[in-house]
């Protein structure tokens, strides 16, 4: 059951916390966060903000005030938006927000958020791609005679396209992310896919010869599957692309910046950024190949464990599209989608332990309605900053949990297999070992929710 409130009076009354509709210069949103950017940020009540009903966190971040509402987040942003004549802002991205690099912490910040963003378009298609083959393999399972047929290779070829192209997917979304021209990068990322260089690549093999551009040795690799090279090219051609708009005269840009800007990079690419970024994958092939075996239930649980802090830090951002790169280089993930998977499981138990435990009703309303978003939808953030953070105490449910899980999950060798997201309904992407990762899961959600019940919380900040 959720919380009811009062739309109209809690959009009023928020927009007076945030210094009043004067002090507001945009209103948007995310999927679960109402995102005010205010004049004057310092008008800002934040201990108010929090003890409006309905509200779950207020967090300062990319110059924004965000309040975190949840499942009441529609309802008030509609109300915020009529009642102040504001313009729609619309959806935004959840991914962590832009600021200037600053310092080497800064610009290693700077490095995690544009890895993040030039995987982040590609994940819906790798998504798609993995359920795809989960959903072949079923129907093989029950029908042997759908495993020869040219439907199952068809769809095949459908379900690994966003695998085997990911440079160019991860090439788009990294030159989108330094706002440079898309198809430069693309181009040149697709070159290294192209037929004739796994001819050229397979025919030196054979004869045992090099390969050399322009007299410079290219390393005798294919790169399908492949994510850092495709890195590397996006940021080499956004900077070629600069350099070429600075010193081409305007009549001839039209005709100059894009050739030189492919020339160069695609130069660069096969000489250099392909075979370091080849290097460097396998190496972090190598270090989870390691970390998914006898290290697996060490990996898994303090990662499941310590995952709750490096979201709310936004490093889990940087993290993430290694598990793309694992499935795609070494066929399977044995680390970072089960300790996802675990720690979203264990906020939905450390939930259940809070409602359970929790005196006022809609409280505990509350807990079991978000509590079922953690497990069900895997939307964590409004447990979080409403119940764990927020509580103190029952983050040590989560990290419970997520640690005693972990080491199951690990002892057991779980494996995801294709790409998914992290909910229960996910579990399929773990093929032969989904019952072992089921049996993970299990034990993470009670550890979480019996942990958490045992050492409670103060009861007189649970309330809504």
């Given at each position: 059951?959720?919380?009811?409130?009062?739309?109209?009076?809690?959009?009023?009354?928020?927009?007076?916390?945030?210094?009043?509709?004067?002090?507001?210069?945009?209103?948007?949103?995310?999927?679960?966060?109402?995102?005010?950017?205010?004049?004057?940020?310092?008008?800002?009540d934040?201990?108010?903000l929090?003890?409006?009903?309905?509200?779950?966190?207020?967090?300062?971040?990319?110059?924004?005030?965000?309040i975190?509402?949840?499942?009441?987040?529609?309802?008030t942003?509609?109300?915020?938006?009529?009642?102040?004549?504001?313009?729609?802002?619309?959806?935004?991205?959840?991914?962590?927000?832009?600021?200037?690099?600053q310092?080497?912490?800064?610009?290693?910040?700077?490095?995690?958020?544009?890895?993040?963003?030039?995987?982040?378009?590609?994940?819906p298609?790798?998504?798609?791609?993995?359920?795809l083959?989960?959903?072949?393999?079923?129907?093989g399972?029950?029908?042997?005679?759908?495993?020869?047929?040219?439907?199952?290779?068809?769809l095949?070829?459908?379900?690994?396209?966003?695998?085997?192209?990911?440079?160019?997917?991860?090439?788009?979304?990294?030159?989108?992310?330094?706002?440079?021209?898309?198809?430069?990068?693309?181009?040149?990322a697709?070159?290294?896919l192209?037929?004739?260089?796994?001819?050229?690549?397979?025919?030196?093999k054979?004869?045992g010869?090099?390969i050399?551009?322009?007299?410079?040795?290219?390393?005798?690799?294919?790169?399908?599957n492949?994510?850092l090279p495709?890195?590397?090219i996006?940021?080499?051609a956004?900077?070629?692309?600069?350099?070429?708009?600075?010193?081409?005269?305007?009549?001839?840009?039209?005709?100059?910046?894009?050739?030189?800007?492919?020339?160069?990079t695609?130069?660069?690419?096969?000489?250099?950024?392909?075979?370091?970024?080849?290097?460097?994958?396998?190496?972090?092939?190598?270090?989870?190949?390691?970390?998914?075996?006898?290290?697996?239930?060490?990996?898994?649980?303090?990662?499941?464990?310590?995952?709750?802090?490096?979201?709310?830090?936004?490093?889990h951002?940087?993290?993430?599209?290694?598990?793309?790169?694992?499935?795609?280089?070494?066929?399977?993930?044995?680390?970072?989608?089960?300790?996802?998977?675990?720690?979203?499981?264990?906020?939905?138990?450390?939930?259940?332990?809070?409602?359970l435990?929790?005196?006022?009703?809609?409280?505990?309303?509350?807990?079991?309605?978000?509590?079922?978003?953690?497990?069900?939808?895997?939307?964590t953030?409004?447990?979080?900053?409403?119940l764990?953070?927020?509580?103190?105490k029952?983050?040590i449910?989560?990290?419970?949990?997520?640690?005693?899980?972990?080491i199951?999950?690990?002892?057991?060798?779980?494996?995801?297999?294709?790409?998914?997201?992290?909910?229960?309904?996910?579990?399929?992407?773990?093929?032969?070992?989904?019952?072992?990762?089921?049996?993970?899961?299990?034990?993470?959600?009670?550890?979480?929710?019996?942990?958490?019940?045992?050492?409670?919380?103060?009861?007189?900040?649970?309330?809504?």
């Amino acid at each position: 059951m959720a919380v009811k409130i009062d739309f109209e009076e809690t959009a009023k009354t928020l927009v007076e916390l945030v210094g009043g509709a004067e002090n507001v210069n945009t209103v948007s949103h995310c999927m679960t966060r109402l995102r005010f950017t205010l004049k004057d940020p310092s008008k800002a009540d934040k201990d108010a903000l929090k003890k409006v009903r309905g509200v779950l966190g207020v967090v300062e971040a990319g110059g924004q005030t965000q309040i975190v509402l949840g499942e009441n987040l529609v309802n008030t942003y509609t109300a915020v938006l009529r009642q102040n004549n504001f313009e729609d802002g619309g959806a935004v991205d959840e991914a962590p927000d832009a600021a200037k690099p600053q310092g080497i912490k800064g610009y290693a910040k700077a490095v995690v958020d544009y890895i993040a963003a030039a995987v982040s378009p590609m994940v819906p298609a790798l998504v798609a791609g993995g359920l795809l083959k989960v959903v072949l393999l079923l129907i093989g399972m029950a029908s042997p005679a759908f495993k020869d047929s040219s439907a199952n290779t068809i769809l095949g070829y459908v379900a690994n396209a966003p695998f085997y192209f990911m440079p160019v997917f991860v090439a788009y979304g990294g030159a989108k992310k330094l706002n440079s021209t898309p198809t430069y990068a693309m181009m040149v990322a697709a070159s290294l896919l192209t037929p004739g260089w796994a001819s050229m690549v397979s025919a030196a093999k054979e004869a045992g010869t090099g390969i050399t551009l322009l007299g410079i040795p290219a390393l005798a690799v294919t790169y399908n599957n492949s994510l850092l090279p495709a890195l590397l090219i996006a940021v080499v051609a956004a900077y070629a692309e600069k350099f070429f708009n600075k010193i081409v005269p305007g009549i001839f840009k039209s005709l100059l910046v894009g050739l030189g800007t492919i020339t160069v990079t695609g130069i660069l690419a096969f000489t250099i950024l392909g075979p370091l970024g080849d290097y460097v994958g396998n190496m972090i092939a190598g270090l989870f190949i390691f970390l998914g075996g006898a290290a697996a239930p060490i990996a898994i649980g303090v990662l499941a464990a310590c995952l709750p802090w490096l979201i709310m830090l936004g490093m889990h951002h940087g993290i993430s599209p290694f598990m793309a790169s694992n499935i795609a280089d070494i066929g399977y993930d044995a680390v970072i989608r089960p300790a996802f998977l675990l720690h979203n499981m264990c906020e939905g138990g450390a939930a259940l332990g809070v409602a359970l435990r929790a005196k006022d009703p809609e409280f505990k309303s509350q807990a079991f309605s978000i509590a079922f978003g953690c497990i069900v939808a895997g939307v964590t953030e409004p447990c979080i900053y409403g119940l764990t953070f927020k509580l103190k105490k029952p983050m040590i449910g989560v990290m419970a949990g997520g640690l005693v899980g972990g080491i199951a999950a690990g002892l057991m060798h779980v494996k995801a297999y294709v790409m998914g997201y992290s909910t229960i309904m996910a579990l399929p992407i773990f093929m032969d070992t989904a019952i072992s990762m089921a049996i993970a899961v299990v034990i993470g959600i009670l550890t979480a929710a019996a942990v958490t019940y045992i050492i409670g919380f103060d009861q007189d900040e649970a309330h809504v």
